[in-house]
C-alpha cells in the first residue's frame, strides 16, 4: 500500500490501460517501498491489488503474463526482500469471490488467485507470504455458499492453494462459521480482532477466537492476525440533521493503543509462538510508528523488525 510518511509514493502503476502501466514500473516503485522498509525497520507490507496492471483483466490480454515476463527482476526482488526478512502479503479485494454463483466471476477470481501465487513463488518467498480472502457471499445460505468456496478452492493449482489463507468478515462469515469450511477447503485461518466484535454468532471470547484461528497454521508457519480500531469520528450535518455516527466496521486513523496493549498481552501472547500483525488503519505507515512509539513507552520493545511483548 503507499507509504504516507513518503510525500508523493506510489505503491505500484496505477495508470490507466490506455497509458500502458506494467509490472516493471511497479517494480521501481517498490524498489522506494523496500527502501522506506528497510530504513525504518519494518517488516511486514501487503502489496495492492494493482501490483501487476490488468494482468488478469479478460478484455486486455496484451497484460496477461507480466509475471512470466518479468521472472529475473522478480527474483532479484525477492532476493532483496528475503535478505531484509520482509514478509509480503496480498488482499483481493471485494470482486474477486471464490464462491460466485456466476462462473465468470468464479473463473476471474480463481485467475487473481493464480497470479497472486505466481508472483510470490516469482519472488522465491517462503509461506509467510500469503494470499487472504474472504469466503464471499451467502446466496443459497451459508451451507450452500461454503459448498461453492470449497468447490472453488478445489479448481486451484496446488501453488494457488498453498499460498490462500481465509478470512472470516464483519457481516455474513463469523469465524465460527469461516473455520469448518477453512478445514474443509484445507486452508488457515486470519483472526480479524474488529471483524471478530461485529459478527460473533458463537459468542467466542476474543483469546479463545485467536487461539482457534492460530491453530490453522502448521507449527513451522507465522499465523497472522489483523488488528484495527472502529472509527470513532461523528459526521456533522448541519443544523436540520443529527450527527452521523460512523458504522461500527469502519476503521479509524489510527490504532487505540490502550486495546491494542491488551490485546497483544492477554489474547496473542499466551499462544506462545511468533505472530504476524497486520495494522489496518487509514493512517497506514504512520498509524504503525506512531503504535510503536506507544507501545515501547510502555514496555514493549522493538527487535528486528518485532514487538517483543513479555
Known amino acids: 500500500m503507499s507509504v504516507l510518511s513518503v510525500p508523493g509514493h ?3 502503476d496505477a495508470r490507466r490501460h490506455a497509458n500502458e502501466p506494467s509490472l516493471e514500473v511497479t517494480l521501481d516503485h517498490f524498489a522506494e517501498t523496500l527502501d522506506f522498509l528497510e530504513a525504518n525497520d ?22 496477461h503474463g507480466q509475471v512470466e515476463r518479468c521472472a529475473e527482476a522478480l527474483a532479484q526482488v525477492g532476493e ?10 496480498n488482499h483481493p479485494g471485494q470482486y474477486t469471490v471464490l464462491n460466485s454463483e456466476r462462473e465468470d466471476v468464479r473463473d476471474k477470481a480463481i485467475a487473481d488467485l493464480e497470479q ?3 508472483l510470490f513463488d516469482a519472488m522465491g518467498l517462503g509461506p509467510e ?18 459448498d461453492r468456496f470449497v468447490a472453488g478452492a478445489e479448481l486451484l493449482s496446488e501453488a494457488a492453494r498453498a499460498r490462500l489463507v481465509v478470512e472470516h468478515d464483519d457481516r ?4 465460527s462459521d469461516v473455520l469448518p469450511v477453512a478445514e474443509r477447503a484445507g486452508l488457515r485461518v486470519v483472526f480479524d480482532n474488529l471483524h471478530h466484535f461485529c459478527l460473533d ?4 471470547p476474543e483469546r479463545e477466537a485467536v487461539a482457534l484461528a492460530a491453530a490453522t497454521w502448521p507449527a513451522d508457519h507465522v499465523p497472522k492476525v489483523h488488528v484495527s480500531s472502529a472509527r470513532g469520528h461523528v459526521e456533522e450535518r448541519g443544523a436540520k440533521l443529527p450527527p452521523k455516527l460512523p458504522p461500527t466496521s469502519a476503521h479509524a486513523d489510527l490504532i487505540e493503543p490502550m486495546g491494542l496493549l491488551a490485546f497483544l498481552r492477554d489474547s496473542l501472547h499466551p499462544i506462545g509462538r511468533d505472530i504476524d500483525v497486520m495494522v489496518e488503519a487509514k493512517a ?8 510503536r512509539d506507544q507501545l515501547a513507552a510502555h514496555g514493549v520493545p522493538w527487535v528486528d523488525g518485532a514487538a517483543v511483548v513479555g
Not at 133 to 138: D, E, R, Y
Not at 284 to 291: E, I, N
Request: no cysteine; charged share 20%; net charge positive.
Open 116 to 118: 497472486a501465487a505466481a
Open 80 to 89: 532483496r526482500v528475503r535478505a531484509g526478512g520482509i514478509r509480503l502479503g
Open 42 to 63: 519494518l517488516r511486514h507490507y501487503r502489496i495492492p491489488d494493482g501490483f501487476v496492471p490488468y494482468g488478469t483483466h479478460p478484455d486486455l490480454p496484451r497484460f
Open 129 to 146: 507470504a500469503v494470499v487472504v480472502l474472504h469466503v464471499g457471499g451467502a446466496a443459497g445460505g451459508l451451507e450452500a455458499a461454503g
Open 201 to 204: 454468532r458463537e459468542g467466542i
Open 284 to 291: 497506514k505507515d504512520l498509524a504503525v510508528l506512531r503504535l
Open 10 to 12: 506510489r505503491s505500484h
Open 172 to 175: 455474513v462469515w463469523g469465524l
